[in-house]
């Protein structure tokens, strides 16, 4: 499976398109604003169908893009129902967009909840629920890789905000030990900004939530 990191939007959101090119499938995490120019060469290149967006919450960086991919590719878009108001119906979050941006809304397809297993890329992402940034916020966990696609529940020492509406900071703390810090220490976490870590480095040194406090 080859993953392919591609920040896009106005805060550089990180987008995170999963390739298996013996199959010739694909599979897209998130879709900030402008990533299927990204997407679109590397699906032709490595001769793969992306038939599956997934959304790790409805936060409008994460959410931009997703009509367009939706348009261009017929995609299947799974989400959290917890996030299904901002998803399907975005303009419950103007109140937090610069003048002159825009949402379109995207239909959820299937509906995510802790402890599904998503068949993918010849393997079996494991979902499991964190919020406390956003009510819907989800994982992907590929055993197989190593790999966690952890939305903004938790960053390279650091952690989602949880001052937005259905933020919440002992649910965050909450879901990153029970949810993320249960993951083996040399799982790969992939977060919706900035760089990558490891669960070890941040069970260790992450100084808003420490394993064992």
Request: glycine residues 12%; charged residues 25%; contains cysteine.
């Amino acid at each position: 499976m080859n993953i392919h990191v591609l920040p896009a939007g106005p805060i550089q959101t990180n987008a995170y398109l999963l390739t298996e090119p013996g199959r010739g499938e694909a599979v897209l995490i998130d879709a900030p604003e402008g990533v299927w120019e990204e997407v679109e060469p590397i699906l032709k290149a490595e001769k793969c169908r992306l038939t599956e967006l997934w959304i790790t919450h409805g936060h409008w960086d994460h959410t931009q893009g997703a009509a367009e991919v939706v348009r261009a590719t017929g995609a299947k878009v799974r989400a959290h129902p917890a996030d299904r108001p901002l998803i399907e119906t975005p303009g419950v979050m103007s109140a937090f967009l610069e003048p002159g941006m825009k949402l379109e809304p995207v239909r959820i397809d299937g509906e995510l909840a802790e402890g599904v297993r998503l068949p993918a890329l010849g393997t079996v992402a494991e979902v499991r629920h964190v919020p406390g940034h956003c009510p819907g916020n989800v994982l992907f966990y590929f055993a197989g890789e190593r790999a966690a696609f952890v939305g903004d529940a938790l960053f390279r020492g650091s952690i989602g905000r949880t001052d937005l509406p259905g933020g919440d900071f002992a649910t965050l703390e909450k879901s990153i030990r029970s949810r993320i810090y249960t993951l083996p220490d040399d799982t790969v976490v992939l977060s919706g900004h900035g760089p990558q870590t490891t669960v070890g480095d941040e069970k260790a040194g992450n100084p808003y939530v420490q394993a064992g406090d």
